[in-house]
T-cell receptor
């Protein structure tokens, strides 16, 4: 089990807004460690979507946005498109057990 | 454009040592602020960080895997290596080579290589 919990799936119609939560604890997100988000189509290289909580790398559409509060973070996708249907992972750092980079459990976004 | 390309045996027998190589092109693995490491994804499961390292420092490992893995680099060949010792079926996964920045995120990834542990 991951120390960062995400909903297994979220869905929305084209054009709608969906959000993916990433719930941690006082040893990771709550300890003020940054949260990063990746888009991953199985069989391909994961793609960095958001870094340091809310920053978008060059080339990532502004439909994707990130936020963080307390022990949780969120990824929002507005104007949902068919091409957004894939898996999304959050990532942070955890100080328990000698410290470790940790990924969320992953969320499958389905475009209805 | 930085490119990472993993290579490995594809199939490994239980109890053997898995050795993977990542060839880095388009940039130097000794560049400042770059950490080189490995992440894996077992079938049907999520991403799992294995470990990473700065080119001239000791590697950091996932505490859950620490005793059974080793990461190293060869700056002359611009390559990153992973060894997984005494593999079991639980080590069956797609293994990704990745570059982590000093801010903690993985900016560049390889396409991944599927490793199956089976007799």
């Amino acid at each position: 089990q991951s120390v960062l919990t995400q909903p297994p799936s979220v869905s929305g119609a084209p054009g709608q807004r969906v959000t993916i939560s990433c719930t941690g604890s006082s040893s990771n997100i709550g300890a003020d460690y940054d949260v990063h988000w990746y888009q991953h189509l199985p069989g391909t290289a994961p793609k960095l979507l958001i870094y340091a909580n809310f920053n978008r790398p060059s080339g990532v559409p502004d439909r994707f946005s990130g936020s963080k509060s307390g022990t949780s973070a969120s990824l929002a996708i507005t104007g949902l498109q068919a091409e957004d249907e894939t898996f999304y992972y959050c990532q942070s750092y955890d100080t328990s057990l000698s410290g470790s980079r940790v990924f969320g459990s992953g969320t499958k976004v389905t475009v209805l | 454009q930085l490119q990472l390309q993993e290579s490995g045996p594809g199939l490994v027998k239980p109890s053997e040592t898995l050795s993977l190589t990542c060839i880095v092109s388009g940039g130097s693995i000794s560049s400042r602020g770059s950490f080189w490491g490995w992440i894996r994804q077992p079938p049907g499961k999520g991403l799992e960080w294995i470990g990473d390292m700065f080119y001239n420092e000791r590697a950091s490992y996932n505490p859950a895997l620490k005793s059974g893995v080793s990461i190293s680099v060869d700056t002359s060949k611009n390559q990153v290596f992973l060894k997984v010792y005494s593999v079991t079926a639980a080590d069956t996964a797609v293994y990704y080579c990745a570059r982590r920045t000093s801010l903690g995120y993985f900016q560049d990834w390889g396409q991944g290589t599927l490793i199956t542990v089976s007799s």
